[in-house]
């Protein structure tokens, strides 16, 4: 039998001989994420159950991001739901809410290897597939599951084969190629299904813009986003983990339920209009829509190389008068490394605010809400209907680059020429 | 758990966790705060009005975004019976699923569902009538370990009888 990324990391936690798409198995979980949304409401669910202990303290990461620091007296009460079910069981990698948001912290401090099983209480635990593991979302009742029994279904999904090749042109960057992908195979073209990223053009992508697309192949619906091992992924695990792993590749042999080819040289600016993330549009059938606010950062563009590119552009620069720019680094180490690099006291001297790290704006929480009938461009994922605020609000989906030329100019602009 | 009798109440495409339950709900500690906001933003008498509403008959993608699982937990509190789609998000169908929703896929078109039809589902036998129409369709039944986690009323209670 020859197997993809998905059928062979299912197959290595589950006692099974062979595996194929449709089956279902049971796995053992590597690893588990769980922040303050679903938090407090595990605990109500786990308790139900009567168990004193947790399967596995050691293979849980608890964090608080998506309110922090806390905004309004329900959003602490959370946090204290939360710190009270963390202390009860003894969970050992609780990181407060001091971190930043946990598909990037997570990844960081190197819990995320090759070969893992790995779930979160959040849809975009997708993320982590960029280090060559398979990972998913799962909810509150699914997370009391695994914390009893150190196991989940799956049902073995079918997987689709994107090749890449060439490497973005000057303005260009991993955004406009997976909202390009979701506007190809649209918000249900993979539901159900595991997305493999091969090809030459691999390597031209850094793990920040690997962690771009793995974080939004759940706009697509998929159920994994993962990517092969090379050497930039050896050489960031080095930085981040002494533990040990072993790379997995699909075999030659694998099936395939479709195949994709994309020259990212080919990809220009992309957005996904209002409201929905597979209304996609390139940039120049928007551009002079106007905007109340531009926000940055979020775990889809958050990272090192989306502040850089967008501190390269504001670097001199003022923001529109009548817009506010809104940054928020992807976490603590971010945040430090930007500070480090000049960058955040462009973004200042440009008249943006930048924030701590939160999932806040991204989800209408805090930090960046939207009044009646305001426009945004965003470098989040979403942009459902009063996702970011008021269900009158729209919200652009668009890479850091146009997110800052936007800012600049007022309205939505193409950032080719500004960089 | 077999026969499910209610009325349809019709959803389009990609129905997302966020119509379901909007962000600004998300800080209620308790679902029976967030009921009344179920689907607020596509029809404000969505809860007042449940039931004469209480089997979902959706399109594509039903539940697209987050694992939220309030977006299933008002469902439940509602009376919700019984979810309908024609594909589902697949972490909204673990939610339904294990909160004892049956979640139901089946490829139905626009003249075969109006609001408020009656409608009587056999999960055993894999078929949908809808009686205000008279028309009988067939769904793929539910496997057999997804069944037990519905006749237990979700995998918490059947777990609870496991540990």
Known sequence: ?419 | MDIIKGYAYILEDDISTDDIVPSHTLTMRDSNDMVKHTLEFIDPYFSKNVDKGNIIIAGENFGTGSSREEAVHVFKLLGIKAVVARSFARIYFRNLMNNGIPAISLKWDLNQFVKEDVIEISLLKGIIINKTKNITLNFEKIPKFLMNILESDGVINQLKKIL
Request: glycine share 10%; proline share 4%.
């Open chain 1, 1 to 419: 039998m020859s197997y993809t990324l998905a059928e062979k990391i299912l197959k290595t936690h589950s006692n099974v001989d062979e595996i194929s798409p449709g089956q279902f198995v049971e796995a053992v979980i590597d690893l588990i994420m769980v922040h303050e949304q679903l938090g407090g409401r595990i605990h109500l669910e786990y308790k139900k159950l009567g168990l004193d202990t947790v399967w596995d303290p050691n293979k849980i990461f608890f964090i608080l991001d998506h309110w922090v620091p806390a905004p309004t007296i329900s959003a602490a009460q959370m946090h204290q739901d939360c710190r009270k079910f963390a202390e009860e069981y003894g969970f050992i990698h609780n990181m407060g809410m001091d971190k930043g948001i946990c598909h990037q912290v997570l990844p960081e401090m190197g819990f995320a290897r090759p070969g893992m099983l790995i779930v979160g209480s959040d849809s975009h635990t997708t993320t982590y597939g960029t280090f060559n593991c398979l990972s998913t979302g799962i909810g509150a009742t699914d997370v009391s599951v695994v914390f009893a029994t150190g196991k989940l279904w799956f049902k073995v999904p079918e997987s689709i084969k994107i090749n890449l090749h060439g490497h973005f042109e000057k303005g260009t960057m991993a955004k406009d190629f997976i909202l390009s992908l979701i506007g190809d195979i649209s918000t249900k073209g993979a539901i159900y299904k595991s997305l493999e990223f091969h090809g030459d053009g691999v390597k031209n992508l850094t793990i920040d813009s690997r962690m771009t697309i793995t974080n939004m192949v759940v706009e697509a619906g998929a159920k994994f986003g993962i990517f092969l091992p090379d050497d930039r992924l050896k050489e960031w695990l080095a930085k981040r983990t002494s533990k040990q792993y072993r790379n997995v590749v699909p075999d030659e042999t694998a099936e395939y339920q479709r195949e994709l080819i994309y020259d990212l040289s080919e990809i220009t600016p992309t957005v996904a209009k209002p409201s929905n993330p597979g209304n996609i549009a390139k940039v120049e059938e928007v551009e002079g829509t106007e905007i109340n606010q531009a926000f940055l950062g979020g775990c889809t563009n958050g990272r090192m190389e989306d502040l850089r590119i967008a501190a390269k552009i504001l670097e001199g620069k003022k923001i529109h008068p009548k817009v506010r720019m809104i940054v928020t680094p992807a976490s603590k180490e971010i945040y430090l490394q930007a500070l480090k690099e000049g960058l955040l006291e462009i973004f200042l001297r440009a008249n943006a605010i930048v924030t701590n790290s939160t999932c806040g704006a991204c989800i209408g929480g805090h930090l960046g809400v939207l009044g009646p009938n305001e426009v945004c461009i965003s470098s989040t994922n979403r942009n459902f209907k009063g996702r970011m605020g008021d269900p009158t609000s729209e919200v652009y989906l668009a890479s850091p680059a146009t997110v800052t030329a936007s800012a600049i100019k007022g309205s939505i602009r193409d950032p080719r020429g500004l960089i």
